[in-house]
Structures are given as C-alpha cells and as structure tokens.
C-alpha cells in the first residue's frame, strides 16, 4: 500500500513513464535472452556470427547513448521517447520475420539505436517530472524495471513453446502499443532553444572532472549489477546442478525489490547523505560476493540430491543475489537523483547519455573480465571471479567515500557558467 500511495502521489508523466518501464523491460527481455539460440539452432548461424549480430545490437545502443541523449535535451525528451520505443517496436518485428545476415543486423541496429535513444531520455524526463522528489521517483523506477525484468523472461519461455517468432511478435506488439500510448498521454514540454552547439555540450560534458570522477567511481555498481546475468547464474548451476536455480535467483532478487525499495530510499534519504547511502550500497553489493567465494572454495561441484541438499548448496547464491539487490536499492536511486546536479537542468539527457556510454562500456569490459578469470580459474580456483567481485565492489565505495569528503558529489553553486564552493550532500527535505 505504502508503494501504491507513492505512485498516486506523482503526477500522471511520472506515472505513465512508469507504466512505459515496465512494457520497456517485458518487451526487451521477452524476447532477447532466447535470441543467441535462435540464431544458432533455429538458423543455423555459427557462433561467430551469433556474436556479431549480438555485439552489434549492444554497440549500436551502448556506442549511441550520447546522441540520444543530446537529442532528448535539444529536441524534447517526449519525442525521443517516442521515436526510440517505436523504432525499437521494428527492431523487433524485422527479427521475427528476417532470417538473411544483412536484414538481422538491420535488425540489431535499429533495436540498439532505439534503446540509446529512449534510455536517456526517459531519465531525463523522469528528471524534470518529479522535480525534488528525484530519488523517490527513481526508487519506482527501479520496481517497474525489476517487475518487467521477471515478467520478460516468464512470458518469453510460455511463448517460445509455440517458436520464437511469436515471443518477437509479441515484443514487437508491446512496444508498438508503448508508443501509442506515449503519444497520447505523455503531456508535450516545451524545449527551449538552444545556446550552444551540440559539440560544445558534448565538450563541456566530457570536461566536467566531477562529474567524470563520480562516473568513474560508479562503474563497479554496473559492473557487479550485470554478475546477476554471469557469476550467480555460473555457481548457482555449479553447486546444486539443477537449472532451475537461475530462475529462483530472480525471483528472489525482484520480490525483494518489490518489497523493500520505496521503505530503503524514504529511509536513507532522511538518515544519511547521498555520498554516504551509494558508497555503503556499493559495499554491500561487493560484500555480498564473499558467500558464493567462500561455497565455491569448500563445496564440491557435485549434483545435489534432493530438495534439501539443493536449498542449502543454493543457499549462499542467494545471500549473495539479496545483497547485492540490497546494494541496488540502495545506491541506485540516489546515483540518478545526482546525475543531472552536475550539470544544467537544459543537459540532463547529455549527463544521462554520458553515463550510460561509460557504464555500458565498463560492464562489458567487467564481464570480459571475470569470464576470462573464470576459465583461467578452471575446477580449482572457483572462488576467484566472486572475490574480483568484492574487490571491485570494495573499491567503488571507497572512490565514492573519497569523492564525498572533498566535496565532489551533488550539485554545486554557480555564478553564470563558474563553478563555486560545492555544496554539501546531505539528505534533501
């Protein structure tokens, strides 16, 4: 009830750019996580060629986030919101029906183009729509993201029984009907024109030391966030052999978001400042990797029997999942509330699509790196990539708890374009 009455008291753009994530995430993960099997054993298509037609949907998105989000702060967030989730609605509806190498890449570009556009600028919106009430709005950001995250996958695996190109269809549909919506609800804001050329934002962006710094700081919260795609699944089907593992690992870690994020953000924004919530979250996210370092180093990686045996080998996977969901809900909240502090209201989007450009990167280069960690480790140093984990979340927090006490996160006071005294980062009323 306590998150009903939350939603209820925003207006109704916030509420709808809910309601927009969670279609967002059930569209995407509807239809992605059964994508590289549809392509090797459906098509036919070797592993090189999986990877490239997925690499190029991730670099099409990840490479672009600062176009889109220039485009949200220039030419209106709406817009862009628009154009993303109907350009995304054709992505997918070309890879339901495409099957040739050039019409799947096509594909793949216009899926990775539309989430470079759309990711930013709905932030950016959500920014300017909940005004000071930022961390609580994106603390509901994070719920309908979860929710459709878990649904995705559900409804994927339903559909898949009839083939994949009706799980497509159906994401197709979803972010078509998305579209629709957006431009019959979401109200038209006007956009000032602009003083300055998009190279000289982008400069202005991309010179901004603190706000490079904090980036910088955050790149273990994406890199650890993603493990719940890599490390926990890996160790999860490790110690107990069973499959089904990897869904009571989501489970777990989107029940807990559903009930536990609005009561942790409305907690910690009276008690601590917002240096101090993201560095601890960060440590718990890392913290959390010293259970399934420790079960890897002292379980065998036998089958488990019976359902006992295979709770209490599962057991550590999940403390792990709880806290490093505890770390997000948390941190996250407080990260988006103070991206768009650092800049002009006017840049939000460009601060937004920064952000996401490093972060994208530095979680695929964490993958990267804790995947050859794991074949380097084999049979015998298993608990190696989870003790990378706690080390990476470790040292996050400490770069954000330094970045803190010199005075390097949050907004600053400013006298036409200077920077002055920074201001300090306590808990907003």
Do not use: K
Request: aromatic content about 8%; overall charge positive; charged content about 10%.
């Amino acid at each position: 009830m306590r998150t009903w009455r939350l939603i209820r008291s925003f207006p109704p753009a916030v509420q709808v750019l809910l309601v927009n994530q969670l279609g967002v995430n059930t569209g995407f993960y509807l239809l992605i996580p059964y994508l590289a099997g549809y392509l090797g054993h459906d098509l036919g298509m070797s592993a090189l060629l999986v990877g490239v037609v997925l690499g190029v949907r991730n670099l099409s998105q990840q490479g672009l986030f600062l176009l889109g989000g220039s485009a949200a702060d220039r030419l209106g967030a709406r817009g862009v919101i628009v154009a993303g989730c109907a350009l995304r609605a054709v992505g997918f509806g070309v890879f339901a029906f495409g099957t040739s190498l050039p019409v799947l890449l096509l594909a793949s570009v216009l899926s990775g183009l539309a989430g470079a556009l759309f990711n930013p600028a709905v932030r950016a919106y959500l920014t300017q729509e909940a005004g000071d009430r930022r961390a609580e709005a994106f603390s509901l950001f994070n719920i309908f993201a979860s929710t459709g995250a878990l649904l995705g996958p559900l409804l994927g695996s339903a559909l898949l029984v009839a083939g994949f190109r009706l799980s497509a269809v159906a994401a197709a549909v979803v972010f078509a009907l998305l579209t629709v919506a957006q431009v019959a609800v979401l109200p038209i804001r006007r956009v000032e024109p602009p003083t300055t050329s998009v190279l000289t934002d982008w400069r202005g962006v991309l010179t901004d030391r603190r706000f490079l710094a904090f980036t910088g700081a955050l790149t273990g919260m994406f890199a650890l966030q993603n493990q719940l795609y890599l490390v926990l699944p890996m160790q999860a089907e490790r110690l107990t052999g069973w499959s089904g593992a990897v869904a009571v690992i989501f489970l777990v870690s989107t029940a807990a978001t559903l009930a536990l994020q609005v009561r942790i953000t409305e907690l910690f924004q009276r008690r601590w400042g917002r240096g101090t919530s993201i560095a601890v979250g960060l440590g718990l996210m890392g913290a959390g990797f010293v259970a399934t370092a420790v079960a890897a180093a002292v379980v065998p990686a036998t089958p488990a029997a019976g359902v006992g045996e295979i709770s209490a080998r599962l057991a550590p996977v999940l403390v792990t999942a709880l806290l490093l969901a505890f770390g997000v809900m948390l941190a996250q909240p407080f990260v988006y509330e103070l991206i768009p502090s650092f800049g002009r209201p006017e840049l939000s989007g460009t601060y937004f699509g920064v952000f996401y450009l490093v972060s994208g990167v530095t979680a695929a280069a964490g993958n990267a790196l804790i995947g050859w960690l794991t074949d380097l480790s084999g049979d015998e140093w298993t608990w190696l990539p989870s003790t990378l984990c706690v080390l990476i979340g470790l040292c996050s927090a400490l770069a954000v708890l330094a970045l803190d006490r010199r005075g390097g996160i949050g907004p600053v006071r400013r006298t036409g374009e200077s920077l002055c005294t920074p201001t300090s980062s306590a808990p907003t009323s």
